[in-house]
């Protein structure tokens, strides 16, 4: 793949660059209209829709940072977006051109005052892996097989306006109201933000595996302090797979089962008893080693729960809440779903909405043993997310609805659902967990 030069970082030229782009989408309206015409509404709206795609990717992994960042997190989304958008969004999980290497080269004397080769044994100044806010190259030094993370330049100067960018397309795509929208929006900007604070990534990896050293088949590299700065991280280099292509190539349901259960339980624990948790469940972020051990990667995007919102928010899993109508209605109220000056209409249908959701939600927390890999189950969950989607009264509905928690709280939920249907784990005890606690 070949690698950049250079990254658009001033305001103006990321600004020119989506203007840019924003003209192309344009192009490709004009040419929808047409075939429309001679090709029917369906074909010429798939068309229209890989066309964009397109473009849209392109540009961001140009621009790199939030912008990218935010793709990622949309293709995850299975059913927000048509699946033009989904498939392209997805490639910025796995596929981006990186920095060439005068630039890594560039970025080391900015912040080491040298260059790699001075700092390591050796350096590999090809990149490894490249994705949104940074890339990773292999290196050595004390007899220690290295990773080492590179920031791409200007990338946390740029997420507060690369986020009001997008910020007018998020606003038509959810139909919020602009006065509304400020709490998910600042809650959106902090992560990102997070994720660029190198050092404060390092000490949140340190403090995660200190706390679940306690679970099995899971395994973390140390971090090194004295090679890490605010936009360069130093740790060890972990072998493995990442967890997608261990879930295209194994044909071993007890295999499937062990990584299921250890990644179901990695969570697990930490909702339930670290109330903190790794929030970026992409299988970028994972690796299976040659021991079926989980090896867990990139602890920039960790998520703080409140009681005041995990109290009523995991009361929602169990049945008995749901089925009664005034625990129900307690739960909805903290969680700001319903709100005290909601008509009883109005009360009954975001009500009714939410029920339908959780019944098929929350199905894994009904049983002692779940079959994650059922892709019926799957399935319904895409609908769902599909149906909610569309539903012209929902979108017409006042949107601005729940705690700012639940942006990365529900990512993660169905985040690791879809892992776990990936991995094909089809026996994972729900609650196998609390023997750590």
């Not at 993660?412 to 776990?420: A, I, N």
Request: with cysteine; glycine share 4%.
């Amino acid at each position: 793949m070949k690698s950049i030069d250079k990254i658009p970082v001033s305001k103006i030229k990321r600004a020119s660059k989506i203007l840019k782009t924003g003209a192309k989408v344009g192009a490709n309206y004009l040419k929808y209209y047409g075939e429309k015409i001679t090709k029917g509404e369906e074909i010429a709206k798939e068309n229209l829709d890989d066309s964009n795609a397109k473009e849209i990717y392109n540009s961001l992994k140009e621009l790199k940072g939030s912008a990218l960042k935010v793709a990622q997190m949309i293709s995850m989304e299975k059913g927000l977006l048509p699946q033009a958008y989904v498939d392209q969004f997805s490639l910025s999980q796995f596929s981006v051109p990186p920095l060439s290497p005068p630039l890594v080269i560039k970025t080391f004397r900015k912040y080491f005052g040298k260059n790699p080769n001075e700092i390591f044994d050796e350096f590999n100044p090809q990149s490894v892996f490249a994705a949104s806010i940074g890339q990773v190259h292999e290196a050595e030094a004390e007899g220690k097989k290295l990773a080492v993370k590179i920031q791409y330049p200007g990338v946390a100067d740029s997420i507060s306006s690369d986020l009001n960018m997008v910020k007018p397309i998020a606003l038509r795509m959810f139909n919020i109201k602009a006065n509304d929208f400020e709490k998910y929006f600042k809650e959106v900007e902090s992560k990102l933000i997070e994720e660029t604070q190198y050092l404060k990534e390092l000490e949140q990896a340190q403090e995660f595996a200190n706390a679940c050293n306690s679970l099995d088949n899971v395994i973390f590299p140390q971090y090194y302090q004295k090679w890490s700065s605010d936009r360069i991280l130093t740790m060890d280099w972990m072998e493995g797979i990442h967890l997608s292509e261990f879930a295209q190539k194994n044909r071993d349901t007890n295999k499937a089962n062990k990584i299921g259960q250890t990644l179901w339980d990695f969570y697990m624990f930490q909702i339930h008893h670290l109330h903190k948790m790794h929030a970026d469940p992409h299988p970028g972020n994972f690796l299976v080693n040659e021991k079926d051990e989980l090896v867990v990667l990139d602890f920039g995007c960790t998520k703080e729960i409140p009681n005041s919102f995990y109290e009523p928010y995991i009361s929602l899993t169990d049945r008995n809440t749901i089925d009664n109508e005034a625990l129900f209605d307690e739960a909805l109220l903290k969680l700001s779903i319903i709100k005290t000056t909601d008509s009883d209409k109005d009360k009954q249908f975001f009500k009714s909405i939410l029920k339908e959701a959780l019944d098929l939600a929350i199905r894994p927390f009904d049983n002692e043993v779940f079959d994650f890999s059922d892709n019926n189950f799957y399935q319904k969950m895409l609908e769902m997310g599909e149906k909610h989607a569309k539903n012209r009264d929902l979108l017409r509905a006042d949107a601005n609805r729940g705690s700012k928690h639940f942006i990365y709280m529900n990512r993660t939920f169905f985040g690791l659902y879809h892992l776990m249907n990936d991995i094909g784990a089809n026996h994972i005890i729900i609650n196998n967990y609390k023997k750590y606690l």
